[in-house]
């Protein structure tokens, strides 16, 4: 993997924390939207209230008064100027500027209350009347004031009292800053410089193991993630985010990984250079003392065959590499029940002379009256269960004692297996190394083979949808290789129900 390819999660971290940045905007932006439109509309409703009630107070007050001096509408004239004198006498307490007008809609009077209002106020009430009879209500921004009025009949007369209320908006909009603009100015910064320090904090780490991951590429494996974004308590004091710790580590153990294997590779490579060029060597000798005449001809069938044996040599070792790598993929046309009583009665037939060669005791712990069926490729998952068993032969010391022991899982449709010796054991921290390829506990040629045998177990079983691994013998005290087979679909079946 190019390095350019490891900045996707970082270009995605800052692409995902300016979204939410963005989102946070828009939120208390459309927020702060409503907020202002809210108070618009209760700044209005306030100002009609008034004006219905100046309206209703002045017009109930123009009745009594005008009933008061026995002029009624009939005296025209008279009873107008009496009408005017009142609204002008009310005007004072009213609060709102005061319109009389006619049921043609034109005003006949005005009562100014705010002389600086009043030529707006005059134009407002006479774009927004449409006048029915009863009483009308109407409120909006005009400019950089909130104007409402309300008309109202006066009873028993042609005429109609309108109280306009207008107020500036400059009260409402320093409210509005007030309460909400300002409140929300500050938590957008607060959200940005969170978020900020959440993507930095974010990136930091990233950054750092895109450059370990970027060195291990180019074949550096001696680098490592930092320990503070390991160790979860001082972790947690820069990253904000439990997650990263375990990517980090999981970083740090894919290296660890990669650095073992290609020590094992270099120590492999070294010993199937050794083993390839010693039977060349032995073939080269033996072709040129032929070729130079020191190798008599009668002695050419018994050099042959020594060719031919080194030859086999080669090719054992050229087939362990290659099929190595190819059993983890078995063959579907090749899966059969099978009974494992029976594969392992045969196994331990086969390597009856070793047993009896160090006087070692076989034990299989598991019931007569199960039948102890699987499925599987049999020729394949016995070879696994004759290389776990010839190796615990190997470290088994004479005289010692190996158990194989079985028993059904049926719910989870597995047999379940372990292979027990009182051998010496594998060391905690190697046992699950043992199914690196290449791998071997003593790195020095004492220890005969390639590294594969357990390796290529792990690759069958894992290709059988099964699991394997390698723990201490309670009972033995030596190492205990546990792993499954799959019980034939039948009794999975009757096991689920």
Same mark, same amino acid.
């Given at each position: ?6 900045? +996707? ?7 995902? $924390? ?56 009939? %005296? ?9 004198? +009142? ?97 929300? =100015? ?26 370990? +991951? ?23 004091? %820069? ?20 650095? $073992? ?42 050099? &042959? %065959? ?38 392992? $009665? ?9 047993? $009896? ?34 190796? @615990? ?11 194989? +022991? ?8 597995? =047999? ?18 043992? &199914? ?17 045998? =357990? ?29 499954? &087979? @799959? ?11």
């Amino acid at each position: 993997m190019s390095r350019g390819s490891h900045r +996707i999660s970082t270009s995605l971290t800052v692409i995902v $924390n300016l979204f939410l940045v963005l989102s946070t905007v828009v939120g208390f932006a459309v927020l702060a939207f409503l907020s202002y439109e809210n108070l618009v509309s209760t700044s209005i409703t306030q100002a009609t209230d008034l004006s219905e009630i100046y309206a209703n107070n002045v017009a109930s007050d123009l009745e009594f008064l005008a009933r008061s001096t026995n002029v009624t509408s009939e %005296d025209g004239e008279e009873y107008l100027n009496t009408l005017m004198t +009142i609204m002008d006498s009310k005007n004072r307490a009213s609060g709102c500027n005061l319109f009389l007008f006619d049921d043609s809609g034109v005003v006949i009077h005005r009562s100014i209350y705010s002389p600086n209002s009043i030529d707006s106020d005059y134009e407002f009430l006479s774009s927004n009347l449409v006048y029915n009879g009863n009483t009308v209500f109407y409120g909006n921004i005009v400019g950089n004031r909130i104007a409402a009025f309300t008309a109202k009949p006066i009873v028993d007369t042609p005429y109609h009292i309108a109280a306009v209320k207008s107020v500036s908006t400059d009260s409402m909009i320093e409210e509005f800053k007030n309460v909400v603009f300002f409140p929300w =100015l500050i938590a957008i910064i607060m959200s940005l410089v969170l978020c900020l320090t959440f993507i930095h904090l974010s990136l930091k780490p990233i950054r750092e193991m895109s450059d370990v +991951i970027g060195k291990v590429a180019e074949g550096d494996y001696s680098v490592r993630v930092h320990r503070k974004y390991i160790s979860d308590n001082e972790f947690a004091n %820069d990253s904000l985010s439990s997650d990263l710790s375990e990517m980090a580590k999981t970083v740090n153990y894919m290296i660890d990984v990669l650095e $073992n294997q290609e020590h094992d590779r270099n120590i492999f490579i070294s010993s199937v250079a050794h083993d390839i060029r010693t039977p060349l060597t032995s073939i080269n000798g033996f072709i040129t003392a032929m070729i130079d005449g020191i190798i008599p001809e009668e002695m050419y069938v018994k050099y &042959f %065959d020594m060719i031919k044996n080194e030859v086999l040599r080669i090719r054992t070792l050229v087939n362990s590499m290659t099929e190595a790598s190819s059993l983890s993929h078995v063959d579907p046309s090749a899966m059969e029940v099978f009974s494992f009583r029976d594969m392992v $009665n045969d196994i331990v037939a086969g390597l009856e002379p070793q047993l $009896n060669q160090k006087y070692i005791v076989l034990v299989k712990e598991f019931a007569d009256t199960d039948s102890l069926d699987c499925f599987g490729d049999a020729q394949l998952l016995s070879r696994v269960l004759y290389n776990i068993i010839s190796n @615990a032969i190997k470290f088994t010391p004479s005289g010692g004692k190996i158990k194989v +022991i079985a028993y059904r899982d049926a719910k989870a449709g597995r =047999l379940r297996i372990s292979v027990d010796d009182s051998g010496p054991g594998v060391p905690a921290d190697k046992r699950a190394r043992v &199914f690196e390829s290449f791998y071997k506990l003593d790195s020095s040629r004492k220890q005969e083979g390639f590294g594969l045998g =357990l390796y290529i177990c792990k690759q069958i079983i894992v290709g059988h949808g099964q699991s394997i691994y390698l723990d201490e013998s309670t009972s033995l005290g030596g190492a205990s290789f546990k792993f499954t &087979f @799959a019980l034939p679909r039948n009794e999975i079946e009757n096991g689920n129900k």
